[in-house]
């Protein structure tokens, strides 16, 4: 298997566009997980998905970031319209529902820079 | 809510010496796992080690073992034979049963030659 795939690695944006984030989880997991990682908070977990569905997104800093999950292979996470402080870089990360081998497995992250 | 703490930012030590990373946490839950993750300066993150928190034997992958220490809530690493490429950030997680992991705030590893 390939991994977790996250693209774009790079985005460079102006305050006030549309950013989509996009990842392919590891096929067969069934947890998808975004998070986000800055110097000053982190990594923190913006929202998760079992089985496509939504499960908790109260780590979404405010409704100016949406995620889906339309099929158990691609997740997006959007942000409209972006400001500077969103700068970060965006980890992707799933898992399967096996307590005898629980691993996270992340993407390469997307390094997102909002100017 | 869990929440896991790591007081040291950063840690150096020399090649070929052993170090110890230091990680405690904080939960209600009775069955839980805790991870410690490298982050190399590609941004991958990498799973190091694994521990189930009803398994009292330390777990060890190489030259990387923890001490659990599960009354006290603390989790630390301790890295043999320290390598040029053990040199990264070092994030301890704890997790529950709905699989979300909580970040600790990461420990800067430099090792010198």
């Known amino acids: 298997d390939a991994g977790v795939i996250q693209s774009p690695r790079h985005e460079v944006t102006e305050m006030g566009q549309e950013v989509t984030l996009r990842c392919k989880p590891i096929?067969?997991?069934?947890?998808l997980f975004w998070y986000r990682q800055t110097m000053m908070r982190g990594l923190e977990l913006l929202i998760y998905?079992?089985?496509?569905?939504?499960?908790?997104d109260s780590g979404m800093p405010e409704d100016r970031f949406s995620a889906k999950m339309p099929n158990a292979s691609f997740s997006t996470l959007k942000i409209q319209p972006s400001e500077p402080r969103d700068s970060a870089v965006y980890f992707c990360?799933?898992?399967?529902?096996?307590?005898?081998?629980?691993?996270?497995?992340f993407g390469s992250g997307t390094q997102l820079s909002v100017l | 809510a869990q929440t896991v703490t790591q007081s040291q930012p950063e840690m150096s030590v020399q090649e070929a010496e052993t170090v110890t990373l230091s990680c405690t946490y904080d939960t209600s839950e009775s069955d839980y796992y805790l991870f410690w993750y490298k982050q190399p300066p590609s941004r991958q993150m990498i799973l190091v080690i694994r521990?189930?928190?009803?398994?009292?034997q330390n777990a060890t992958e190489n030259r990387f073992s923890v001490n659990f220490q599960k009354a006290a809530k603390s989790f630390s690493l301790k890295i043999s034979d320290s390598q040029l490429g053990d040199a990264a950030m070092y994030f301890c997680a704890s997790n529950n049963a709905g699989n979300m992991l909580t970040f600790g705030g990461g420990t800067r590893l430099m090792v010198k030659p």
């Open positions: 990360a799933s898992t399967a529902e096996d307590r005898e081998n629980e691993k996270l497995f």
């Open positions: 998905f079992n089985n496509n569905v939504p499960i908790d």
């Open positions: 521990q189930e928190a009803y398994k009292q």
């Open positions: 096929s067969g997991h069934d947890y």
